[in-house]
DNA sequence: TCATATATCGGACTTTTAGTTCGTTTTATG
DNA sequence: CATAAAACGAACTAAAAGTCCGATATATGA
């Protein structure tokens, strides 16, 4: 076989895998998913998987990698083109908010939350390339503030890319699992608590 | 044996066990800690372990839930017994602090991050009750800032507790896992980026 | 002291699942 | 058609959670 055809074979098999388990993952939870699941749901041999894969940890991160990638790009183009540093935190915000909704599983996974050894193999989370992205992003973003003078003086920016991050990513963190709060203790529902936090957050960064 | 006697024996072995775990989790981790493990350390055979416990998650639970106790005590007594508004805020992020520094391993379950059922056997985590006794503290301390005048007009006690312990939290979280950006990316160490944080963080809430 | 109940022991057993091995079969292609 | 690579499949190993049960130790009350 040709070297070509035969990559892009390896790739389509790869990715096959990948979407069987990744649809498991999200029906049937991932420790309730076995390696025998997945190779049959793929349709390949058990042993195939461990061609392509080298432990169901492998796959996992396999999978945590794509959908962060999802996020970074997201992330990238809804805030690099918005040219006003408001309206970009508030698109920033719901990027994130937009993903934990869409996939609660895969959140924890981005804020660096994962064990990296799950016990007997380790497997390197290479990650950081795409953390780079949002990192990038966000820093992209306070730089337009600090330009417009929209920003506290006493502001500096590469601390504050990793405040703003793990900030925004603890409030809409906790809001996903804490839902019984919202409309009883707490007189609101989600979308509003989180509306009043961001914008409370907001008020931490900007000249008054 | 008398009622009395028993049932103080009972806690006893329950106590004995629970610290033989503890150890060895922190020891080598919760996953490669098996229950042959915690039988052959804590002096029990494996059968007397499953009298007392019905699961090893069931055990894990148990040492969460003390730590959660300690740490609300703590932020209990630290805060409520401070007047002023700023220096109870931050007290609250040093108690904070200090738990994630003492106990990363258990952190993650404060923020209601941890998988209530871990396969098979689900064990019910009671953590509510010691969340509530939080949730007080920082009742509490919100109140004195609005009686006092110094938060802001526009802040509403109870999303704002909220707020303000996972924003905290994710800050506190993050900073745990990055260590490699301190000193390098960020100019300045774990330390410091934390008051900077908890600094800019206080300027979200209160007037100007 | 003896009888009895209860706690504990210990080790064999079951079950589940990740990961391995290897001989066989399929498939592409020269 | 011959051959090499890919995939199969089924049996296997290993590790660990959790169960069972008969044996043993220990406390207590008559």
Redesign the interface.
């Known amino acids: 076989m040709g070297a070509r055809k035969k990559e892009a074979l390896e790739q389509f098999n790869r990715d096959n895998i990948l979407s069987a388990a990744k649809e498991l993952f999200e029906k049937k939870?991932v420790?309730?998913t076995t390696m025998d699941d997945i190779a049959k749901y793929a349709d390949y041999s058990k042993s195939t998987i461990y061609v392509y894969f080298k432990s169901k940890d492998d796959i996992y991160n396999c999978i945590l990698e794509r959908y962060m990638n999802i996020l970074a790009c997201q992330i990238e183009s809804d805030v690099a083109s918005e040219k006003d540093f408001e309206k970009g935190y508030y698109r920033l915000c719901n990027s994130l908010v937009k993903f934990e909704h869409e996939y609660p599983q895969y959140y924890?996974g981005l804020?660096?939350?994962e064990?990296i050894?799950?016990?007997k193999k380790k497997t390197e989370i290479k990650l950081n390339t795409v953390g780079e992205g949002i990192n990038d992003a966000i820093t992209g973003l306070l730089q337009k503030g600090i330009e417009k003078k929209v920003l506290?003086d006493d502001?500096?920016l590469?601390?504050?890319v990793?405040?703003v991050?793990?900030?925004?990513?603890?409030?809409i963190?906790?809001?996903g699992?804490?839902s019984d709060?919202f409309d009883t203790?707490?007189?609101?529902g989600k979308e509003e608590?989180l509306d009043?936090?961001f914008k409370?957050?907001?008020?931490?960064?900007i000249r008054?």
């Open positions: 939870g420790e309730n924890a804020l660096g939350q064990k050894t799950n016990g506290r502001i500096e590469e601390p504050t990793l405040y991050w793990s900030a925004i990513s603890g409030i963190q906790v809001a699992k804490k709060v203790t707490i007189k609101m608590y009043y936090s409370t957050f907001y008020e931490s960064l008054r």
